[in-house]
């Protein structure tokens, strides 16, 4: 078996180093094996002060249980499993002062099991990418989607045929009762209506008020 000369080691660590999102082996127990990548500091925060670790020391030991079943699932179905979880360098321990993106953080993990060696605790390959601002814009997107819903759902529009009595002009409504023209279209639809008097209507109902040209 070929080894790796140490030209070939310090290219392969400059190249893990540079990952911009961070790689974590933990073994089955929750371990921190080790850390790579993770370069990109403003959606990451650097995490090798956790080598060595476990999960349950670092973190609340409700989220802790949970990494551990979803590690649980990966090594179990022998395959990539992949889950969304959130978290900030505040529920890190250890993490508060780091350098990195501000407040919670959405992340989806892609955990892939690493074969079996004899003697050792079965491990796995937990990438996690930050999807915080896909995240965001997707709920933003939703939010517009609902509120133009909402605005539709408010929009009163007249169609179709209205019946209208040609001497009173009041309106016949679906239910076959007549409503005064005003009370209906301000009932179907986003109209307020002033009252008052044209022309012919004054000249007819107050002469004392014409004047003549």
């Known amino acids: 078996m070929s080894k790796h000369t140490p030209l070939q080691n310090d290219i392969s660590a400059a190249i893990f180093a540079a990952l911009p999102e ?18 990109d500091q403003q959606k990451y925060h650097r995490g090798e002060h956790l080598l060595g670790k476990r999960i349950h020391d670092v973190i ?5 249980d949970r990494f551990i079943a979803e590690i649980e699932k990966a090594i179990a179905a022998n395959k990539v499993h992949t889950f969304t979880y959130q978290l900030s360098a505040q529920d890190i321990r250890g993490s508060e002062e780091l350098p990195g993106p501000p407040g919670k953080q959405w992340f989806e993990a892609h955990i892939s099991p690493i074969a079996a060696t004899a ?20 709920t933003e997107k939703e939010i517009l989607i609902t509120s133009l819903q909402n605005a539709i759902g408010e929009i009163k529009t007249l169609r179709g045929i209205l019946p209208i009595c040609s001497h009173c002009k009041k309106i016949r409504d679906d239910n076959g009762y007549w409503n005064q023209l005003e009370t209906y279209i301000k009932e179907h639809s986003e109209a307020d ?13 107050y002469p004392e008020f014409t004047f003549n040209d």
């Not at 609340?60 to 802790?64: C, Q, R």
């Not at 605790?121 to 997707?138: D, G, H, Q, S």
Request: glycine share 8%; hydrophobic share 40%.
């Open 119 to 138: 003697g050792q605790p079965r491990m796995v390959v937990w990438i996690a990418f930050n999807i915080t601002k896909l995240r965001n814009t997707v």
């Open 193 to 205: 209506l002033s009252h008052g008097i044209c022309p012919e209507c004054l000249k007819k109902h």
């Open 22 to 39: 961070p790689f974590f082996v933990f073994d089955e127990e929750g371990r921190y094996v080790h850390i790579f990548g993770g370069a």
């Open 60 to 64: 609340d030991p409700y989220l802790a």
